[in-house]
Structure formats: structure tokens, C-alpha cells
């Protein structure tokens, strides 16, 4: 690939507008846009995550391999019609939740985001993820979207939550418990 972005402002996006994939225009709030972006994000807080050191090297192999997930999926619903993720996609984050998860006492209580920096973080994560799953739920409204990509963050926001469970035990050794109806 050449330079794809020798020069990074180009003014086109001055007017609200900005490209699609395919070269169209859209709204920057249009519900396509609203959905990539929102998907961006959460590659970015996935990012947040592998930068705290001293990731077990599984997680970290995993973190990286969802990054350059999110980073296809963008690019499919970035460009109208293309279609790059596939229920193979879903199972493989399937098999590493189960993976993750064999390890962990059962989950009896709701459990607080935290436990660490990279627990906060893949906590951040995932929130993002859903919220990039309730975007592309509105896009799906509008316009066709694969089912796929629907599954994928709904999987990958579990993924999330099970893997920041995996590393408040590795950051501090434990989670920290809702206490239902706690008054200040």
C-alpha cells in the first residue's frame, strides 16, 4: 500500500459531511457513520487496554487479534454493501470466552467496573462495544446489515466482561461486589 494519507486534513468534511468507503457522502451523524465511529471507539478503549503493562500473554494475543477485528468490521459497515465478517468470527470469540472463563469462580453477584487499570479498561471496552451494538441495531433499521456484525459485538461485549474478570484476579486478585441498596 502506497501513502494512502500524505496529507491528513483535506477540508472535504467542513461542510458536516464525510466519505464513505464507496466515495459517497454522508452526515458525520448519520446512523452509518454514527455505527463505524462508535466502532472506532471501542478499538481505541481495546487499545487503552493493551497499553497497561504486564498483560497475561493470552489476553494480550487475544486484545490484539479483536483490534484488528474491529478495525474490519468499521471497514464494513464504512462501505455500503462490502461484507468481510462471518459467523466463524463469532465462534472463534466463543471459544476464547469459554477459554477465559473455565478459569473463574462462578459469578453469583453483580461485580463492580474496576479492579485494576487493564480490568477498568477492557470494563470501558465493553461498554463501548455495547453501545456500538445499539448503533448498528439503529443503522440495521435504515439499512441492510449483516447479522453477523450484530453477533460479533454482542459476543465480543461478553468477551470483554469475562477477560476484565481474568485480569482483576491477574492485576489485584479480586472484584469488588455490588452492594445492593448501599446509601451514602
Known amino acids: 500500500m502506497g501513502n494512502r494519507l500524505s496529507r491528513i486534513y483535506t477540508r472535504t468534511g467542513d461542510d458536516g459531511t464525510t466519505g464513505l468507503g464507496d466515495g459517497t457522502r454522508a452526515e458525520k451523524d448519520a446512523p452509518r457513520v454514527e455505527a463505524y465511529g462508535t466502532v472506532d471507539e471501542a478499538n481505541c478503549a481495546v487499545g487503552l487496554a493493551l497499553a497497561t503493562p504486564a498483560l497475561p500473554a493470552a489476553v494480550r494475543?487475544?486484545?490484539?487479534?479483536?483490534?484488528?477485528?474491529?478495525?474490519?468490521?468499521?471497514?464494513?459497515?464504512?462501505?455500503?454493501?462490502?461484507?468481510?465478517?462471518?459467523?466463524?468470527?463469532?465462534?472463534?470469540?466463543?471459544?476464547?470466552?469459554?477459554?477465559?472463563?473455565?478459569?473463574?469462580p462462578p459469578l453469583k453477584e453483580f461485580i463492580l467496573p474496576g479492579g485494576g487499570p487493564a480490568?477498568?479498561?477492557?470494563?470501558?471496552?465493553?461498554?463501548?462495544?455495547?453501545r456500538a451494538e445499539r448503533r448498528v441495531r439503529t443503522l440495521a433499521r435504515a439499512e441492510p446489515v449483516a447479522g453477523e456484525v450484530?453477533?460479533?459485538?454482542?459476543?465480543?461485549s461478553d468477551l470483554l466482561f469475562v477477560i476484565a474478570r481474568v485480569l482483576a484476579r491477574h492485576e489485584q486478585g479480586t472484584e469488588v461486589l455490588w452492594r445492593r441498596g448501599r446509601s451514602a
Open 61 to 104: 494475543a487475544c486484545l490484539t487479534e479483536i483490534q484488528h477485528d474491529l478495525f474490519d468490521v468499521g471497514a464494513e459497515l464504512c462501505i455500503p454493501g462490502h461484507r468481510v465478517v462471518s459467523d466463524a468470527w463469532v465462534t472463534r470469540l466463543e471459544q476464547e470466552l469459554d477459554g477465559f472463563n473455565a478459569a473463574l
Open 150 to 156: 450484530q453477533r460479533y459485538l454482542n459476543r465480543l
Open 119 to 130: 480490568a477498568a479498561a477492557c470494563h470501558l471496552a465493553r461498554t463501548v462495544v455495547r
